[in-house]
């Protein structure tokens, strides 16, 4: 029993520990209770709660709810947050994290400039995406990014086309056999790669490249005036969106650099006397592209298709054909005047001198490619071979008037520059008889360069320049660049091979012995016997394979990214920080910072039955969902799947339900964190908690653990409106609560993780008042390892409560002869008990970022939280707090009082007062069973033990508990729910 002399009463259900109550406690420790409940809690609840209140970094205070009782370590019902840089983690709460990469490792955008990760800004940096389910590459963004410290090894994985990268053991990578861990890849992997290899970026000058007397300039040139205010419009446009001043430097350089180099190629801004605008012409989905980088600078386009003739006259005669054009305008005379400014030709291109803008010598390397690769995006011609196996010169051409054709020569020799800036050699601008033709303004002529096309000098292009708002041009370029890179790897195989026969025959070995020892895929036994007697020259290049046939073998869809064989696997001693970034999806789009300690959960699933349509049903109900959902200790579920299915379902969860016909569309969206917490890491699970796993998917287990058919009770439907937010219309319907979590699985991580964190504490240097707060520091790699693991208990509980839901479903169809559909069995809610995560919260007048542990504890974000799901973000989070088989459970609703004061966190149950020894010994669980149904409750169990260990003597009166949360001001009411069937473990 708790002595409460020396605690400080605040209100009537809710108590202060003062720091002087124990020597070391850094925070006072916060009880929700009556004077009743708390002076039957057990003195471990206080002895737990002040102990947390000792550990490194924790903030604010530490909490133990109304139904607090007795854990290991932390008290059940107990909640505390802490300082993500000074605090720790403990196995009644962690931190989240996954932290694989080198710092070293290049992260590319769709643009082909590429930054280190630790130099990654995520607010202002892109990323490419492959979508496995259209097979494309797309652009997406980061939601978060991370670093950890480790200490250990990383690998050293090296492609057949020379591509390497620098992973933790830990991290997965995408192979043809699908994600797999750094540690499990193999030579007989392939991974998927791109052969984009961009430019690194660099910050730009500060050099302005629009100006005031430049924009004055520019409008006198095109005859803009200040008639009605004109010039002054266009400068109020420009201002209102940044642009009257710009500097290389700007962060929408990207975007205006780009547009102004489709300008030069298939782009114009046509002389007229008013209402300037800017055309593009391409591919619909190109054109897509420009109009979302107008709309990053702040301009509106339209698209339009119209069905065109062409006619020229040419040296071989007329040439005509008809053609549906695609177009994009932004009728917008400040981006006429802008571009203008910056360099744009103005008017008919080909009857004007015009160079390439000075400064764009003065950018950075990945600003010229920029341009360049959106000039070339319209211009240059596709990456594409003579026989199979040789690329044509990729070329471009400029036509002018007979009498511009120096200023055509002048134009080329600028883009000949820049891409020599590149490191990309030309041929010199040619004349193309082929390109002359009659015209309005008279007599043109056409003249061209083109990339060498020497294998080195077009990996180079391809590779770091390549074409960009042309998506086919993109695509094909990199996998021109991969074959050209496999192609040169093999040449090197050949010339390896030739000098070594050479040296080996030199020595004294017979041709035979020669032959039989060193050919191979590369080189074959003609080519090696030769090689004995070559006495010059590299080796002959007999392709084996061509681009095509390349293409078809390797190429990912259409994605332009192509699975390259595993050459080499290294392992190398490191330590030092390793970087990783989330990625967002637009079916994901949250950022689950978060573990769970096993997971065990409240999941609340409606019907549209009414009690007196189930009562004379509810025995058939609940023996056939016996049947079909097993419970109790060691069973082993229906569900069978292989280890890198349950891989995927450690990693995925609700998600992998979803997509593989265990789930409904809407169900993912109506768990917490969307069904599945990102940061799942499988191979830190151990094989002692795999088996204990993988075969109790769709099991109810034992203790606490149940499944319950429910009824709304009329006497206590608290707040009608709510609960018809909740899809709860009548004060006697019928609802289905599952109780359980990830059975084994999650029990076997922890220990194996406490026995992890007891030798860490000693290296960290941490002391704690008991053993069971066995810690690490937050951003330890023993903390990041525990997180990993139990990310794949949470999902893995996840799981096992959807597929149990999934035979609910089932059950009651077959009972009702409805589809589940018709009968409304829609997901309420499915909330965490035992979980940590990172989340923004505000204490001490600041929001602030803190990792809160919830054990044995319930999320309770309040009206408006972006982390509630869209149906119920106005009215507040779902409480699901459940009491026992006796008694009955509650759905309450979130406040904005749990955010001001419990970090958004209430009660979760109605918490042990009985030992499971002495509940067995205070009753029989045959007796139980007959008074259960003498009171309309219908209960199977799978031992007599289990269910006396739950009579509902052995806890807390569940209504003072959540009449406690609701005086507390966190949590609201909404509806009573009593037992009419119940199955436990």
């Not at 909490?63 to 009782?69: E, I, L």
């Not at 051409?397 to 200023?407: C, E, H, Y």
């Amino acid at each position: 029993m708790a002595q409460i002399d020396s605690f400080k009463k605040l209100t009537d259900v809710s108590w202060e520990i003062p720091t002087s109550y124990k020597q070391g406690m850094l925070v006072p420790a916060r009880l929700y209770a009556t004077r009743k409940l708390l002076e039957g809690m057990d003195s471990g609840v206080i002895e737990q709660v002040t102990n947390v209140a000792c550990l490194p970094g924790i903030v604010r205070q530490a909490y133990a709810m109304a139904d607090a009782h007795w854990g290991y370590g932390f008290p059940i019902g107990g909640v505390a947050a802490f300082e993500p840089e000074t605090g720790v983690i403990s196995p009644g709460g962690i931190g989240f994290d996954i932290n694989c990469l080198h710092p070293d490792t290049r992260v590319s955008d769709a643009n082909g400039v590429w930054r280190k990760i630790s130099e990654v800004d995520i607010a202002e940096h892109g990323f490419v995406t492959f979508d496995a389910a259209r097979k494309v590459a797309i652009q997406t963004r980061a939601v978060a990014k991370q670093k950890r410290l480790e200490s250990g090894v990383i690998l050293k994985i090296r492609s057949q086309t020379g591509k390497t990268v620098l992973v933790t053991p830990d991290h997965p990578l995408l192979t043809k056999r699908g994600m797999v861990p750094a540690g499990k890849v193999s030579a007989d992997d392939y991974l998927l790669t791109s052969g984009a290899e961009g430019i690194p970026y660099a910050k730009p000058a500060s050099l302005d490249v629009i100006h005031a007397d430049l924009l004055a300039s520019t409008m006198e040139k095109m005859g803009i005036t200040d008639r009605g205010s004109a010039r002054a419009q266009v400068l109020d446009e420009l201002r209102a969106r940044g642009l009257e001043r710009i500097s290389l430097a700007d962060p929408r350089m990207a975007q205006v650099l780009k547009v102004l180099g489709f300008v030069f190629g298939d782009g114009s801004i046509p002389r007229v006397k008013r209402g300037q605008y800017v055309s593009f012409h391409g591919k619909k989905a190109d054109l897509s592209d420009i109009g979302a980088d107008l709309e990053t600078i702040g301009f509106a386009s339209h698209a339009f298709t119209r069905q065109r003739h062409h006619r020229t006259e040419t040296k071989y005669g007329p040439s005509a054909f008809d053609f549906e054009e695609y177009a994009l305008r932004a009728s917008s005379t400040a981006l006429a005047v802008l571009l203008v400014a910056l360099g744009a030709p103005y008017g008919e291109k080909a009857s004007q001198a015009y160079r390439l803008p000075p400064w764009l010598l003065a950018a950075e390397d990945w600003q010229k490619k920029l341009f360049l690769g959106a000039y070339f995006g319209a211009e240059m011609s596709r990456p594409t071979t003579t026989n199979g196996y040789d690329f044509q010169m990729p070329a471009f051409g400029v036509d002018k008037l007979v009498s511009l054709s120096q200023s055509a020569v002048e134009l080329l020799e600028d883009f000949r520059a820049l891409l020599l800036s590149l490191g990309v050699e030309t041929s010199k601008p040619a004349r193309v008889q082929g390109y002359d033709h009659g015209g309005v303004d008279g007599p043109s002529t056409g003249l061209r360069i083109g990339v060498l096309s020497n294998a080195e000098n077009l990996l180079n292009f391809f590779s770091r320049v390549g074409y960009l708002y042309n998506r086919e041009k993109q695509r094909l370029a990199s996998v021109a660049a991969c074959y050209l890179s496999y192609d040169q790897r093999i040449s090197d195989a050949r010339n390896e091979i030739r000098q070594r026969a050479v040296a080996i025959h030199s020595a004294g070995a017979r041709p035979k012995d020669i032959v039989e020892s060193l050919s191979s895929g590369a080189a074959g036994a003609s080519f090696t016997r030769h090689s004995i007697w070559a006495t010059s020259g590299s080796a002959r290049m007999w392709r084996s394979e061509k681009l095509e046939e390349f293409t078809s073998t390797f190429e990912a869809g259409a994605s332009g990214l192509v699975f390259d064989r595993v050459l080499s696997i290294e392992s190398i001693p490191y330590e030092g920080p390793v970087y990783d970034v989330t990625i967002g999806d637009p079916s994901h789009n949250f950022i689950a910072n978060g573990i769970i300690v096993s997971n065990c959960g409240m999941r609340l699933i409606r019907t549209n039955l009414q009690y007196a349509e189930v009562r004379p049903k509810v025995k058939e109900l609940v023996d056939l969902i016996f049947r079909l959902v097993p419970a109790g200790v060691g069973v082993k579920g229906f569900l069978r799947v292989s280890e890198p299915q349950f891989d995927e379902i450690m990693t995925y969860g609700v998600k992998w339900c979803a997509e593989n016909g265990h789930a409904w569309q809407d169900d993912p969206s109506h768990v917490e964190e969307g069904g599945f917490i990102k940061g799942a890491e499988p191979s830190k699970v151990s094989r002692q908690a795999r088996s204990r796993g993988i075969d109790q998917l769709g099991t109810l287990g034992s203790g606490n653990h149940y499944l319950e058919i429910q009824v709304v009770d009329p006497g206590r439907f608290f707040d009608p409106e709510l609960a018809r937010r909740f899809g709860i219309v009548h004060p006697d319907q019928v609802m289905v609560m599952v109780h359980c979590g990830s059975r084994g699985f999650g029990h076997q991580i922890g220990s194996d993780y406490l026995r992890v964190f007891d030798g860490a504490m000693k290296r960290y240097g941490l002391e704690v008042r008991d053993r069971e707060l066995a810690c690490a520091p937050f951003s330890s790699k023993e903390g990041k390892d525990y997180y990993g693991a139990m990310v794949c208990a949470a999902n893995m509980a996840f799981t096992n409560r959807q597929i149990i839901v999934q035979k609910v479903r089932e059950a009651f169809s077959s009972v009702f002869h409805k589809d589940a559909e018709s009968l409304d069995m829609h997901l309420i809610y499915d909330v965490c008990h035992n979980i940590a995560k990172v989340e923004r919260h505000s204490y001490e007048g600041k929001s602030r970022e803190v990792l809160v542990h919830r054990k044995g504890a319930t999320r309770s974000f309040g009206p408006g939280h972006p982390d509630i799901p869209a149906p119920y973000r106005e009215i507040g989070q779902p409480v699901i707090i459940g009491g026992s088989m006796e008694t009955g459970s509650y759905l309450l609703v979130g406040t904005e009082g749990a955010m001001r004061e419990t970090f958004g966190s209430t009660a979760h149950g109605s918490g042990r007062t009985m030992s499971r020894t002495a509940a067995k010994k205070a009753v029989r669980g045959a007796e139980l069973q007959r008074k259960m149904m003498d009171r309309g409750i219908y209960v199977k169990a799978a031992t007599m033990d289990g269910l006396a260990e739950e009579a509902g003597m052995a806890y807390k009166d569940i209504s003072e508990v959540v009449e406690t949360m609701d005086a507390a001001g966190i949590s609201k009411k909404v509806v009573a729910l009593r037992p009419v069937g119940n199955i436990k473990g």
